[in-house]
T-cell receptor, first 113, second 114 residues
Framework: GENVEQHPSTLSVQEGDSAVIKCTYS??????FPWYKQELGKRPQLIID?????GEKKDQRIAVTLNKTAKHFSLHITETQPEDSAVYFC????????????FGSGTRLSIRP | NAGVTQTPKFQVLKTGQSMTLQCAQD?????MSWYRQDPGMGLRLIHY???????DQGEVPNGYNVSRSTTEDFPLRLLSAAPSQTSVYFC?????????????FGPGTRLLVL
């Protein structure tokens, strides 16, 4: 079955530095990989996604990379700011009739002033 | 549009009681799903639906029932609540079958089972 592992579980970086969160997935048929951000007490919200035919995607300070051979994908946040503090979840979605969306266990990112 | 709405926001149950968590969306989304969120466990899929009249099990379906009689509504039923079901429950929806589209989450229901 599909499994998504996410590391690290917690991450603390100095404001202005970069943060990297990594996920691995087990099913090679997965083809869509979104990242969600959840602020304290709020609902998860999509921040960026990548499809299996693309190796990298950027949106301002956020980027996601995908390595299909190794079955892992990563979230990169550059020039971190206090408002980046949140829990980040990766997910993998199987491109089949199962339509199951499996989330990683989350990374709590803290930005130190 | 109200987006995805959930009721109630908070609920306290006694072991063995039953209740229904309500979820509704006004975006004409085909795909709807229920997740539970426990500390350190991420978001685990309970049940999902790819359209009215169609439901299927996720990762952790035991103890929960769902139905999808309309496109808009996707209630989650706890038939006999147990302390292990204490969690935050999120409903989500997306336009297509869910595997390539943004998931829009509701505000969540915090459930405590004593």
């Amino acid at each position: 079955g599909e499994n998504v592992e996410q590391h690290p579980s917690t991450l603390s970086v100095q404001e202005g530095d970069s943060a990297v969160i990594k996920c691995t997935y087990s099913d090679s048929a997965s083809n869509y990989f979104p990242w969600y951000k959840q602020e304290l007490g709020k609902r998860p919200q999509l921040i960026i996604d990548i499809r299996s035919n693309v190796g990298e995607k950027k949106d301002q300070r956020i980027a996601v990379t995908l390595n299909k051979t190794a079955k892992h994908f990563s979230l990169h946040i550059t020039e971190t700011q206090p408002e980046d503090s949140a829990v980040y979840f990766c997910a993998a979605i199987l491109y089949s009739s199962a339509s199951k969306i499996i989330f990683g266990s989350g990374t709590r990112l803290s930005i130190r002033p | 549009n109200a987006g995805v709405t959930q009721t109630p926001k908070f609920q306290v149950l006694k072991t063995g009681q039953s209740m229904t968590l309500q979820c509704a969306q006004d975006m004409n989304h085909e795909y709807m799903s229920w997740y539970r969120q426990d500390p350190g466990m991420g978001l685990r899929l309970i049940h999902y639906s790819v359209g009215a009249g169609i439901t299927d099990q996720g990762e952790v379906p035991n103890g929960y029932n769902v139905s999808r009689s309309t496109t808009e509504d996707f209630p989650l039923r706890l038939l006999s609540a147990a302390p292990s079901q204490t969690s935050v429950y999120f409903c989500a929806s997306s336009y297509s079958k869910g595997y390539q589209e943004t998931q829009y989450f509701g505000p969540g229901t915090r459930l405590l089972v004593l």
